[in-house]
């Protein structure tokens, strides 16, 4: 029985809306514009020897990057999660699978996921919407996770698009159970992720309290998802357009959560290595992104998207160059001086400067 045509649509349909239309932030941005990097004129580093590599989930990454969740479910984008994976593997850079929804009344969609036979070192990451994880054991949120060899599991906070989306879930009464549940039983990491509208501190400590140790903060400037589903759900326009921008910008996101513990990815809007420097230095141990990873590949294929993150490494080696820095652990909020917004957004809320 082939999966349902509603979810398949669905799948297809946020791929090439993300692809070919404007699907991001209309107004509001992300805040790295008002984090400075502070020049460090007498440099002693040779550019070839600054270090990239970082340690996370027991794998080495050679750069701190992951190429965060967009796809899978359907035959059409198979091909994608293929082709990135591969690249990310032979990168050193990790990767993400969309939703694992699908494969949930149709397993034999679980092919459109499963990317370890051409990426066998790559760092991978699952992928299940908490309302979902909220309905399921341990073991079958678990089983997700081996049916594609992950060696994380993300677990995504998506309240804001699922109002917005037809048929979409309202209610999210447990979701902090579950999470509690799943950190306590599951045998591999939760990492819980947004998806476009960041994150605020006191949603962090209660994640922390939870158990959790790694936040994706998939913070508001980047691709907005409420916006996405608007373009699809024309009965919802008038919620959806009201809430385009809805969120906490990224860099606002890193600055919330800096000081609860927790071990931070920093996606949302997050396009260039000069941006990725700034948010480590915020205190992001990781960066991510998706939407030019995805147009990159449509406009140029593999090659293109190659070609980008070469360049994105590129940029991130000579920030950190240029900082007086020969590792990313090296770089520290003492690197970074913030001013406009983002400075007002700290002090009204009270958040640790360092």
Known sequence: MPPS???????????????????EFRRK???????????????????????LSVEAFGKRLSC?????????????????????AALADRMGVGFGVGS???????????????????????????????????ELTSREVTRLAEDIEADAMCVHLNAAMEIIQENGDHDFRGSLDAV??????????????ETGCGFARESGMKLRSAGVEWIDVSGAG????????????????????????????????????????????????????????????LGAKIVGF????????????????????????????VALMLCGRQRVGDLTADHAVIGGRLLEWVEQRRLATR
């Open 64 to 84: 701190p990057l992951i190429i965060t969740g967009m796809t899978g479910g359907a035959e059409e984008v198979a091909r994608f999660n293929r082709d990135v």
């Open 222 to 281: 980047g691709t907005s998802w409420v916006g996405v589903e608007t373009i699809r759900n024309r009965a919802m326009r008038h919620l959806g357009e009201a809430f385009w921008d809805w969120g906490v910008p990224t860099a606002a996101s890193v600055c919330e959560l800096r000081s609860t513990g927790l071990n931070l990815i920093a996606s949302g809007g997050v396009r260039t290595g000069l941006q990725a420097a700034k948010a480590l230095a």
């Open 100 to 134: 694992q929804r699908v494969t949930l009344r149709h397993p034999e969609m679980k092919k459109t996921f499963q990317v370890r036979d051409v990426a066998p070192n790559v760092l991978l990451f699952g992928n299940i919407g908490v309302a979902q994880a909220r």
């Open 5 to 23: 045509t509603e979810i398949v649509n669905r799948k297809l349909s946020h791929f090439d809306l993300c692809a070919n239309q404007d699907v």
């Open 180 to 193: 509690k549940r799943l950190v306590s039983e599951s045998p591999l990491p939760i990492i819980v992720k």
């Open 29 to 51: 941005t992300t805040l790295f514009e008002d984090v400075e990097l502070v020049h460090q004129p007498l440099v002693e580093t040779r550019l070839e020897d600054i270090d």
């Open 290 to 317: 998706a939407l030019p990873v995805l147009r990159a590949y449509v406009s140029g294929g593999i090659e293109g998207v190659e070609s980008f993150l070469n360049a994105f490494c590129d940029e991130l080696r």
